[in-house]
């Protein structure tokens, strides 16, 4: 019996703890601090583009962290741009090098401005800029992507810091 009411109590001490360091975990989570050039060059696209910077920011947070080294899938840079979709877009704006900064960024913002114009939601657009599948049957369905759900709040999160 003693070895029973040990088991329990030394059971619910465990849920005690993870609960706590899970919520503590939560509750700790970092502000996310842009880089002074993506915040410059987000600023500057979102308004030549009329796209709220803090977008093209969890864009970039999500896609690299903000790495412009950042290779994964065939996508390059700071925005995962790939250039095998993109090459036509990037030879019209100029762009050579997917690794710099502000060239993928230009080519990203650029494509986001196109999937911005077919419609008032930002599900939709989001869906297609990430490649997903299904996008149709997923939008009839009232479902949101993860990574939809993910770019909205980290939005309303730099939005929140930057007091708008």
């Not at 088991?7 to 502000?31: C, D, K």
């Not at 297609?128 to 770019?151: F, P």
Request: charged share 25%.
């Amino acid at each position: 019996m003693k070895k029973i009411i040990k088991w329990y109590i030394t059971g619910i001490a465990m849920t005690i703890i993870w609960f706590t360091l899970t919520v503590m975990s939560v509750n700790a989570q970092e502000a996310i601090i842009v880089p002074e050039d993506v915040k410059e060059i987000s600023e500057e696209l979102g308004q030549a583009y009329n796209i709220c910077p803090e977008l093209i920011q969890a864009i970039c947070w999500q896609e690299s962290r903000f790495q412009p080294e950042a290779e994964s899938a065939g996508c390059v840079g700071i925005m995962q741009v790939a250039p095998e979709w993109h090459q036509e877009r990037m030879d019209k704006l100029g762009v050579t090098n997917l690794k710099d900064t502000r060239q993928n960024m230009i080519v990203a913002v650029d494509y986001l401005s196109d999937l911005l114009k077919d419609g008032e939601d930002m599900e939709e657009p989001l869906m297609r800029y990430h490649g997903e599948s299904r996008i149709a049957e997923k939008l009839d369905a009232g479902e949101m992507s993860e990574y939809v759900n993910s770019i909205l709040t980290l939005t309303a999160e730099l939005e929140r810091q930057n007091g708008k």
